[in-house]
Structures are given as C-alpha cells and as structure tokens.
C-alpha cells in the first residue's frame, strides 16, 4: 500500500521561510514523479511544484519561481519544498502527490496522480 506523509507546515510571517516534506512509502523510488499542489479556502487545487526522481527534471508555477525549490532524496524516499519569500497569497492546505512513470510534461497536472497525501497547511501572515 503506497502511503504518502507531508510535514512542515505552520504559520510564518510575510517575507518568511518553510520547508516542508514528503514522504512515500509502498513503492521504491524510480522514474516517480511527485507533485506539491495547493488549495486555498474558496479556490481550486493549484500545481506548486513537481520533480521527477529518476532525472530530478523540475517543474514549478510561475507564482513560486525564484522563491521555493523542490529536491528529492530518494535514499529516504523523500521530496522536501523550501519555500522562501512567503507572502499571504501562499497561504493554503498543501499536498503532496506521487504517481509512477509519469511524462514531465503530465507532472504539473493533478488528475495524473493517484497518490495523495492528507496535506498540510501553510499560514502566511501579512
């Protein structure tokens, strides 16, 4: 059973920093595509960021280009997001999603993922 666990959410102020973390479990790491994605109240899911763990090819949204970075350690079967530059409008319930053998051009897409993770909220305050 493949099981995802995110973690590093909390409450920062504007211009502040977190990371957070995913972590997989239930399947090995290659040629896995993760995904963070982000809901705001009253608002769609949005693609964050995506990476693919065998080649670490990297996809983000440009309202985060710049400012957050997505990394895989696949030894521990782990996808961190440091997110620097925070601002109110990052404030969301943030999801982490892992699908295997995903394209990179299908990564930035939500529908493609069958994993999820419970998510974790992130707080900016202005």
């Known amino acids: 059973e493949v099981q995802v666990v995110e973690s590093g959410g909390g409450l920062v102020q504007t211009g502040g920093s977190l990371r957070l973390s995913c972590a997989a479990s239930g399947l090995t790491f290659d040629d896995v595509a993760i995904g963070w994605f982000r809901q705001a109240p009253g608002k769609g899911r949005e693609v964050v960021a995506c990476i693919n763990s065998e080649d670490h090819s990297t996809y983000y949204a440009d309202s985060v280009k710049g400012r957050f970075t997505i990394s895989s350690d696949n030894a521990m079967n782990t996808v961190y997001l440091l997110m620097n530059s925070l601002k109110p409008e990052d404030t969301a319930d943030y999801y982490c999603?892992?699908?295997?053998?995903?394209?990179?051009?299908?990564?930035?897409?939500?529908?493609?993922?069958?994993?999820w993770g419970q998510g974790t909220q992130v707080t900016v305050s202005s």
């Open positions: 999603a892992v699908q295997p053998n995903l394209l990179w051009s299908e990564m930035r897409y939500a529908d493609e993922y069958d994993y």
